[in-house]
């Protein structure tokens, strides 16, 4: 019997014969680019729904700012102006929603509104309360079919003293 014929059919003493790992690193290089695919499509749905909660922040601090300065007129008229504006929660409550009407809505927003938090806990502070729905590049339709989404709620607070 030739030697070539022998070295064939004998594995050899480092491993298995050849062929029984054939394919195997397949399905190795298959569950790395499905890892690195899904960490790729979360990276980028985190971002955008960061970037959408800040958006939203900006337009809560607007719109406190501007809250901040709807005085309760009675509570002037009958008590003067003292060192910081009066506001009452209807008022507070009144410019938010005026001020939200009139802001277009940021990219990556779906849809806004002013929560019920809304209001002047003190009688000086404008707390404005958003909550919106964030619009997620990627994985946006699969979490909308399981009933669900990204909901943001911020909340931004102003006072305007006089000086």
Do not use: K
């Not at 504006?85 to 001020?99: K, M, Y």
């Amino acid at each position: 019997m030739p030697l070539g014929s022998l070295a064939t059919r004998a594995p050899s003493a480092g491993g298995p014969a050849r062929g029984e790992d054939d394919g195997q690193i397949g399905v190795l290089v298959l569950g790395l680019f499905v890892l690195c695919t899904a960490l790729i499509l979360g990276g980028i749905d985190v971002t955008a729904a960061q970037l959408a909660r800040m958006r939203l922040l900006d337009t809560a601090d607007a719109i406190a700012l501007d809250a901040a300065d709807a005085v309760d007129e009675r509570a002037v008229y009958e008590d003067g102006v003292t060192e910081l504006l009066a506001l009452t929660d209807e008022t507070v409550r009144d410019a938010a929603h005026e001020h939200l009407d009139r802001t277009p809505r940021p990219t990556g927003i779906t849809d806004w509104a002013v929560v019920d938090q809304t209001g002047s806990p003190d009688g000086s502070t404008a707390v404005v309360t958003l909550s919106a729905r964030a619009n997620l590049p990627m994985t946006g339709w699969f979490l909308e079919s399981l009933g669900g989404g990204v909901t943001i709620t911020v909340t931004s607070r102003a006072r305007a003293p006089l000086r």
